[in-house]
Structure formats: C-alpha cells, structure tokens
C-alpha cells in the first residue's frame, strides 16, 4: 500500500512540473523583420505575464538597436471598456524580454511593436488568458 501511494505523489509532482514548466511560442513576421516571442505561461493567465523576443531581420541576423513594445488589448464590450496594457523591452542576452500585465480572463490581442530608424513594424497574434 505504502509503495502505491509514494508512485501517486511521484506522478503528481511529474504533472505539476509539466505544467508549470510550459511555455508559448509564437513565431511571426513584422515587416522584413522575423519574430520568436516567447511567453512564460501557456495560456497566459490574469496578472504578469513574462515575455523574451529574438528579432532578427531579413538576413536572419540579431536586430540589437529597436525599440521593441509589447501590447495586450482586449476590444470593448457591452458594459466593459476596452483595455489595453503595454510593456517595453528591454534587450538582455540578445534578446528583448519583459513582463505584461493581463487584467482579466478571455481572448486578449497581442502585439510586438519594432521601432528601428523612424520606421515601425508590427506582428499581431491573439491568446487566450485565464
């Protein structure tokens, strides 16, 4: 009896790891740039949400001097208005990383904003926070 019980705690901590340990990938173009955004929790969930981006332009080279923003929008609804949370990147390791604040539950449109010698180019993409 002893020895089922020490194998359901074992698979526990397996699938607590498992879940914890998930990540989203998101891979998409902006322009002549390409973008791996990479998102801490997959589905996001209400609060903070931890980000890192690799941007690399059509050569496939690092781009290391953007400006590079994440935004996290939801459009208005009967009785709710819309919302919007933005978050600037920081570039650390050759990659742009910080955090975005999710206020509620739902589907959330997502963007990267590249700013690169007065020229700004987008890629879009939509989660699903709980």
Do not use: H, Q
């Given at each position: 009896m002893k020895r089922h019980a020490w194998m359901v705690v074992l698979l526990a901590l397996f699938v607590a790891?498992?879940?914890f340990a998930k990540e989203s990938v998101v891979q998409k173009k902006a322009g002549d740039y390409s973008v791996?955004?990479?998102?801490?929790?997959?589905p996001p969930v209400v609060g903070t949400n931890?980000?890192?981006i690799?941007?690399?332009d059509k050569d496939g080279k690092a781009v290391a001097d953007a400006k590079v923003q994440v935004v996290a929008s939801m459009p208005a609804m009967?009785?709710?208005?819309?919302m919007e949370n933005k978050a600037d990147a920081k570039l650390d390791g050759g990659k742009y990383?910080?955090?975005v604040e999710i206020s509620m539950g739902g589907s959330w449109n997502m963007s990267v904003r590249i700013t690169k010698d007065g020229k700004t180019a987008t890629a879009k993409w939509t989660v699903d926070a709980r």
């Open positions: 790891g498992t879940a791996e955004i990479k998102m801490e929790k997959d931890r980000f890192e690799a941007v690399t009967p009785g709710m208005p819309a990383k910080g955090k």
